[in-house]
């Protein structure tokens, strides 16, 4: 009620005194309190402790972050929805014991090491080079001190020399990668036999204690969500167009001050094989690639077709798209790449290209050189941007004041009634379900559903139009009767007793073939028909029967001496029964080129794994005491 009132008259003479008394009272009382929780113990960990301050920069670094990630569908709520100050706790308590371990080792991070890191950090250069302004300009808009920065490095560096550390005992052996690959890459193929459930739909019966006994089984699936209904301001800048007035000078000014944007400098439309190797490779492996990429390099040349040759041959991402990168300007690609591209004419090959990545061939397919575009040239389009953007910055103010005159506790139907404006209403909808008419997303969802009832949002811009929602009302989430719901249970029965028809005879007929009945006669004998894949992986889709995780994991476990496996399978489409019918081995050609590929990304799946184990190991043997609940430090 008093913040709604002050709201309401915050430029009165009144108002400005009881703000200037609540400020003095601030300095002196909370001032004295913050004071005091810098000296607050919030945790021991092995006797090291963590104070208010740590806890209070580590909380605020989270909450920012997400703050810069929400933008304006940010509130308070999402706090707790996040669980935002555990986390940050806990994030300093593995640190702490990070920490600890290194220093038992005899690790250490010297202010020689902390200090090159800093200069060797990509934002902090211009023209390669460190920048010391830049830097603490970086720091001050991130509300950041060098020593606070500083000291987050060196932890980082120590827990990379940790890391290090322990790496450094584990290996991956040839035949850990040659098990990998095999399981990644070898390949079978089955016969299946398909029961699908619409066969069983004539023989049903249905009736109501069966439904009413699959609706007691199956409560949660029918459980009605939480929901709320929302009433939203819509301000729409085209609104104020009308408001605009757009000169000669205007138009010149713009043109003027923003002259970069209808500067195009040259760009060249490439594609590129490359031959993959990594910096430091040995002589032997690196003359090995450098032949293999001379071989395609003479190819190119001779006039074989660049993008059939990159498909084959490259080993980048852009393998599939025949290497082809689209249109770059300088600065953009690797300096040793960039130069050789824009040395081409169009049309023209490169020779090999070393760069960190390997050996490139690379192929101009086009040129534009560079331009800026005259006034003329471009008056349409910038006077389109100065009506998108001032009618923007108005309906934005409109926002703005609306939201700055508005109390405290209001309906915001009735408070746009009294500004003139219609507000908009949404029947009850569910976290999962968007704002009718309004193209809102995840993030904005999870932050209205944590306001509570009659609670407001700020002002929120999506797709260039500005909003103001507030959750008029709220149903908690509930388990329904089964009156409520007999329509979607008598819906889901049906289905429910077609697959367990169609699982029943699956099972019959894999328990006659275990007894050693034919299988192409057994599926002549009920009029099914038996299909044959193709060979398949792991990670392909089974053709005929679709991606299936448990079912691939189940065929590739049989081989000649036991073609049918223990379980049928079931899915959207039936209910299978399969043959283990051959299995094709790895290409061992394939497998040495895909080697140290595989080996690296094996190698990184350890380390993963290791490291969460033993922090995990360290965390469930450590002192950690709780002096300060974290929420009590707010």
Same mark, same amino acid.
């Not at 394939?590 to 595989?598: P, R």
């Given at each position: 009620?008093?913040?709604?009132?002050?709201?309401?008259?915050?430029?009165?003479?009144?108002?400005?005194?009881?703000?200037?008394?609540?400020?003095?009272?601030?300095?002196?009382?909370?001032?004295?309190?913050?004071?005091?929780?810098?000296?607050?113990?919030?945790?021991?960990?092995?006797?090291?402790?963590?104070?208010?301050?740590?806890?209070?920069?580590?909380?605020?670094?989270?909450?920012?972050?997400?703050?810069?990630?929400?933008?304006?569908?940010?509130?308070?709520?999402?706090?707790?929805?996040?669980?935002?100050?555990?986390?940050?706790?806990?994030?300093?308590?593995?640190?702490?014991?990070?920490?600890?371990?290194?220093?038992?080792?005899?690790?250490?991070?010297?202010?020689?090491?902390?200090?090159?890191?800093?200069?060797?950090?990509?934002?902090?250069?211009?023209?390669?080079?460190?920048?010391?302004?830049?830097?603490?300009?970086?720091?001050?808009?991130?509300?950041?001190?060098?020593?606070?920065?500083?000291?987050?490095?060196?932890?980082?560096?120590?827990?990379?020399?940790?890391?290090?550390?322990?790496?450094?005992?584990?290996?991956?052996?040839?035949?850990?990668?040659?098990?990998?690959?095999?399981?990644?890459?070898?390949?079978?193929?089955?016969?299946?036999?398909?029961?699908?459930?619409?066969?069983?739909?004539?023989?049903?019966?249905?009736?109501?204690?069966?439904?009413?006994?699959?609706?007691?089984?199956?409560?949660?699936?029918?459980?009605?969500?939480?929901?709320?209904?929302?009433?939203?301001?819509?301000?729409?800048?085209?609104?104020?167009?009308?408001?605009?007035?757009?000169?000669?000078?205007?138009?010149?000014?713009?043109?003027?001050?923003?002259?970069?944007?209808?500067?195009?400098?040259?760009?060249?439309?490439?594609?590129?094989?490359?031959?993959?190797?990594?910096?430091?490779?040995?002589?032997?492996?690196?003359?090995?690639?450098?032949?293999?990429?001379?071989?395609?390099?003479?190819?190119?040349?001779?006039?074989?077709?660049?993008?059939?040759?990159?498909?084959?041959?490259?080993?980048?991402?852009?393998?599939?798209?025949?290497?082809?990168?689209?249109?770059?300007?300088?600065?953009?690609?690797?300096?040793?790449?960039?130069?050789?591209?824009?040395?081409?004419?169009?049309?023209?090959?490169?020779?090999?290209?070393?760069?960190?990545?390997?050996?490139?061939?690379?192929?101009?397919?086009?040129?534009?050189?560079?331009?800026?575009?005259?006034?003329?040239?471009?008056?349409?389009?910038?006077?389109?941007?100065?009506?998108?953007?001032?009618?923007?910055?108005?309906?934005?103010?409109?926002?703005?004041?609306?939201?700055?005159?508005?109390?405290?506790?209001?309906?915001?139907?009735?408070?746009?009634?009294?500004?003139?404006?219609?507000?908009?209403?949404?029947?009850?909808?569910?976290?999962?379900?968007?704002?009718?008419?309004?193209?809102?997303?995840?993030?904005?969802?999870?932050?209205?559903?944590?306001?509570?009832?009659?609670?407001?949002?700020?002002?929120?811009?999506?797709?260039?139009?500005?909003?103001?929602?507030?959750?008029?009302?709220?149903?908690?989430?509930?388990?329904?009767? =089964?009156?409520?719901?007999?329509?979607?249970?008598?819906?889901?029965?049906?289905?429910?007793?077609?697959?367990?028809?169609?699982?029943?005879?699956?099972?019959?007929?894999?328990?006659?073939?275990? $007894?050693?009945?034919?299988?192409?006669?057994?599926?002549?004998?009920?009029?099914?028909?038996?299909?044959?894949?193709? =060979?398949?992986?792991?990670?392909?889709?089974?053709?005929?029967?679709?991606?299936?995780?448990?079912?691939?994991?189940?065929?590739?476990?049989?081989?000649?001496?036991?073609?049918?496996?223990?379980?049928?399978?079931?899915?959207?489409?039936?209910?299978?029964?399969?043959?283990?019918?051959?299995?094709?081995?790895?290409?061992?050609?394939?497998?040495?080129?895909? $080697?140290?590929?595989?080996?690296?990304?094996?190698?990184?799946?350890?380390?993963?794994?290791?490291?969460? $184990?033993?922090?995990?190991n360290l965390k469930k043997n450590a002192e950690i005491e709780i002096v300060t609940p974290v929420d009590s430090t707010r």
């Amino acid at each position: 009620m008093l913040l709604g009132i002050m709201r309401k008259h915050a430029k009165s003479w009144l108002i400005k005194c009881l703000i200037g008394i609540i400020a003095v009272v601030f300095i002196f009382y909370f001032g004295y309190s913050f004071t005091a929780k810098q000296g607050l113990k919030i945790a021991f960990v092995n006797g090291d402790l963590i104070s208010s301050q740590e806890y209070q920069k580590a909380y605020y670094d989270l909450l920012e972050a997400l703050q810069r990630q929400y933008k304006a569908a940010w509130n308070d709520n999402l706090i707790k929805v996040f669980d935002l100050k555990n986390k940050a706790l806990n994030n300093l308590i593995n640190r702490k014991l990070i920490s600890q371990e290194a220093k038992r080792l005899g690790l250490d991070v010297t202010e020689i090491e902390a200090q090159k890191a800093i200069m060797d950090y990509p934002p902090f250069k211009v023209n390669g080079q460190f920048d010391k302004r830049l830097y603490r300009s970086i720091l001050n808009r991130n509300r950041m001190n060098p020593e606070d920065f500083e000291a987050d490095i060196g932890q980082d560096l120590l827990e990379k020399k940790l890391k290090q550390f322990l790496f450094s005992f584990i290996e991956v052996t040839d035949q850990e990668i040659l098990d990998y690959y095999t399981y990644s890459n070898e390949k079978i193929k089955i016969d299946f036999v398909q029961f699908k459930p619409d066969k069983f739909k004539e023989s049903l019966k249905l009736d109501q204690i069966s439904l009413e006994k699959f609706f007691d089984k199956n409560k949660e699936k029918y459980r009605v969500p939480e929901k709320v209904k929302i009433t939203y301001l819509e301000i729409d800048p085209e609104v104020f167009k009308a408001q605009v007035k757009i000169g000669d000078k205007d138009i010149k000014d713009y043109y003027d001050f923003n002259i970069d944007i209808f500067r195009h400098p040259k760009q060249v439309k490439a594609s590129h094989i490359l031959f993959k190797l990594a910096r430091d490779a040995a002589g032997e492996e690196e003359k090995k690639v450098k032949e293999r990429a001379e071989a395609v390099l003479e190819k190119a040349r001779q006039g074989d077709d660049f993008s059939a040759l990159a498909k084959e041959y490259s080993e980048g991402p852009t393998k599939s798209g025949g290497g082809d990168l689209g249109y770059f300007s300088a600065g953009k690609m690797d300096k040793s790449f960039e130069e050789a591209a824009f040395k081409l004419k169009i049309n023209e090959i490169s020779d090999l290209v070393r760069t960190p990545f390997g050996y490139h061939i690379i192929w101009v397919e086009d040129i534009k050189e560079a331009e800026t575009k005259t006034m003329d040239e471009v008056r349409d389009q910038i006077i389109d941007n100065l009506f998108a953007n001032t009618s923007g910055e108005l309906a934005h103010e409109k926002g703005l004041s609306l939201i700055d005159q508005m109390p405290y506790d209001i309906d915001l139907g009735k408070y746009a009634a009294e500004h003139e404006l219609k507000a908009k209403h949404t029947g009850y909808i569910s976290k999962d379900e968007n704002i009718p008419g309004i193209e809102d997303d995840k993030k904005l969802r999870q932050s209205l559903f944590s306001l509570e009832k009659n609670g407001t949002s700020e002002l929120i811009e999506l797709e260039g139009k500005f909003y103001i929602f507030q959750v008029s009302d709220r149903k908690a989430s509930y388990l329904p009767e =089964f009156k409520e719901v007999v329509d979607k249970v008598e819906k889901d029965y049906i289905p429910y007793l077609m697959a367990e028809e169609a699982k029943k005879a699956a099972e019959t007929y894999l328990a006659e073939l275990h $007894k050693g009945e034919s299988w192409d006669k057994l599926a002549e004998s009920i009029h099914l028909k038996s299909e044959e894949t193709n =060979f398949f992986s792991r990670k392909d889709s089974i053709p005929g029967i679709g991606y299936a995780p448990a079912l691939h994991e189940s065929a590739f476990s049989l081989d000649t001496n036991k073609r049918y496996p223990d379980k049928i399978f079931e899915n959207e489409k039936g209910a299978f029964v399969i043959r283990w019918e051959a299995s094709e081995g790895i290409d061992k050609e394939k497998y040495q080129k895909e $080697k140290q590929q595989f080996r690296f990304s094996l190698m990184q799946a350890k380390h993963k794994r290791f490291f969460e $184990k033993w922090l995990e190991n360290l965390k469930k043997n450590a002192e950690i005491e709780i002096v300060t609940p974290v929420d009590s430090t707010r």
